[in-house]
């Protein structure tokens, strides 16, 4: 069996082949050039996945099912877009001129939101394969979030469900991009972490952070309080601990909503490794309703980095489609 999974995101269109055990036999990407027209988008996107047929030695009407991950708000009934900041998709009937532009019957495509369908990559072949039920939230510019009930991800009445991000941890606090306070997103992002570091750097002076930075505010980044604290720097040590109790609050409150066999943790910002985990394990079992149960929700790092929607968008599609 050959499957095709597309993950269309606002720098690259990234696409692989992919075979019944969730191997990606081929992929390649191409510029996504997101201000132009969307059919030229999407022409390029066939253009593409037949290159990647070709390559492995087949034609597009071997593929048996199609996953399209997308950003913003998809209808997963109909396939259409109904509404991407970062690409000016509007009401756009993805499957629909997908199908006319390489032929394969729109039955067989299936569209989804891009985080829903990597935490189903990460559910089939990654940190959480092999279990019933997966939660996934992914630490960058913003917090995206996924949920996977029985091998199928949940969506919501109106296709706009597990936006995880956008829960408030923080009544009245930060303002998120949203429009609510407190959420999630605007404590437990990258872009949050960096906050927080230009904080403690604009209280403080002479710290290690300083000297990393050549005591430029500017030159904060995601890494720098964690770099700073692995060598022992106070000031980097109490951003990271501040930012890891926020993390710990918002993981926590998931967990006692969803109690997923596998609590999964993607993004930049999980690079960190067991500098992340190790202490962010410690503070949720502290905080979960359930910490004194035998069994416990597993707290893991994502292990398929830009290949999970790749292949989570075709096991979207076979659920959708079968």
Same mark, same amino acid.
Request: proline share 2%.
């Given at each position: 069996?050959?499957?095709?999974?597309?993950?269309?995101?606002?720098?690259?269109?990234?696409?692989?082949?992919?075979?019944?055990?969730?191997?990606?036999?081929?992929?390649?990407?191409?510029?996504?050039?997101?201000?132009?027209?969307?059919?030229?988008?999407?022409?390029?996107?066939?253009?593409?996945?037949?290159?990647?047929?070709?390559?492995?030695?087949?034609?597009?009407?071997?593929?048996?099912?199609?996953?399209?991950?997308?950003?913003?708000?998809?209808?997963?009934?109909?396939?259409?877009?109904?509404?991407?900041?970062?690409?000016?998709?509007?009401?756009?009937?993805?499957?629909?001129?997908?199908?006319?532009?390489?032929?394969?019957?729109?039955?067989?495509?299936?569209?989804?939101?891009?985080?829903?369908?990597?935490?189903?990559?990460?559910?089939?072949?990654?940190?959480?394969?092999?279990?019933?039920?997966?939660?996934?939230?992914?630490?960058?510019?913003?917090?995206?979030?996924?949920?996977?009930?029985?091998?199928?991800?949940?969506? +919501?009445? &109106?296709?706009?469900?597990?936006?995880?991000?956008?829960? $408030?941890?923080?009544? =009245? /606090?930060?303002? !998120?991009?949203? @429009?609510?306070?407190?959420?999630?997103?605007?404590?437990?992002?990258?872009?949050?972490?960096?906050?927080?570091?230009?904080?403690?750097?604009?209280?403080?002076?002479?710290?290690?952070?300083?000297?990393?930075?050549?005591?430029?505010?500017?030159?904060?980044?995601?890494?720098?309080?964690?770099?700073?604290?692995?060598?022992?720097?106070?000031?980097?040590?109490?951003?990271?601990?501040?930012?890891?109790?926020?993390?710990?609050? +918002?993981? &926590?409150?998931?967990?006692?909503?969803?109690?997923?066999? $596998?609590?999964?943790? =993607? /993004?930049?910002? !999980?690079?960190? @490794?067991?500098?992340?985990?190790?202490?962010?394990?410690?503070?949720?079992?502290?905080?979960?309703?359930?910490?004194?149960?035998?069994?416990?929700?597993?707290?893991?790092?994502?292990?398929?980095?830009?290949?999970?929607?790749?292949?989570?968008?075709?096991?979207?599609?076979?659920?959708?489609?079968?």
């Amino acid at each position: 069996m050959f499957n095709l999974g597309i993950d269309l995101g606002g720098t690259n269109i990234a696409a692989g082949i992919v075979n019944e055990n969730n191997e990606i036999l081929v992929k390649g990407s191409v510029p996504t050039l997101a201000k132009r027209p969307v059919e030229e988008i999407v022409r390029d996107m066939a253009a593409l996945c037949a290159d990647l047929a070709a390559r492995l030695g087949i034609a597009l009407s071997d593929i048996s099912y199609v996953g399209i991950a997308c950003p913003g708000t998809v209808n997963c009934d109909t396939g259409v877009v109904e509404y991407a900041n970062n690409i000016r998709f509007r009401d756009f009937p993805l499957a629909a001129i997908f199908s006319e532009m390489t032929g394969i019957p729109a039955s067989l495509i299936a569209v989804g939101n891009d985080a829903n369908l990597a935490a189903m990559g990460e559910a089939v072949a990654g940190a959480g394969k092999g279990v019933a039920s997966a939660v996934m939230i992914t630490l960058g510019t913003g917090v995206g979030g996924g949920v996977v009930l029985d091998g199928k991800v949940l969506t +919501g009445c &109106a296709f706009g469900g597990a936006e995880l991000g956008h829960t $408030v941890i923080e009544k =009245g /606090g930060r303002q !998120c991009s949203c @429009g609510r306070k407190g959420c999630m997103e605007a404590y437990c992002s990258a872009t949050a972490l960096v906050t927080l570091t230009k904080e403690k750097f604009a209280a403080t002076s002479g710290t290690l952070m300083h000297e990393m930075c050549g005591n430029d505010i500017e030159k904060v980044g995601g890494k720098t309080a964690f770099a700073a604290m692995k060598k022992g720097d106070r000031a980097g040590a109490e951003v990271v601990e501040e930012y890891l109790g926020y993390l710990a609050c +918002g993981v &926590a409150n998931l967990i006692n909503i969803f109690q997923p066999d $596998v609590f999964i943790i =993607g /993004g930049g910002v !999980c690079n960190e @490794g067991d500098n992340l985990l190790i202490p962010l394990k410690e503070k949720v079992s502290k905080e979960v309703y359930s910490k004194d149960h035998v069994l416990k929700t597993e707290i893991k790092i994502a292990t398929l980095g830009n290949d999970a929607a790749i292949i989570g968008a075709p096991a979207f599609a076979m659920a959708q489609k079968q």
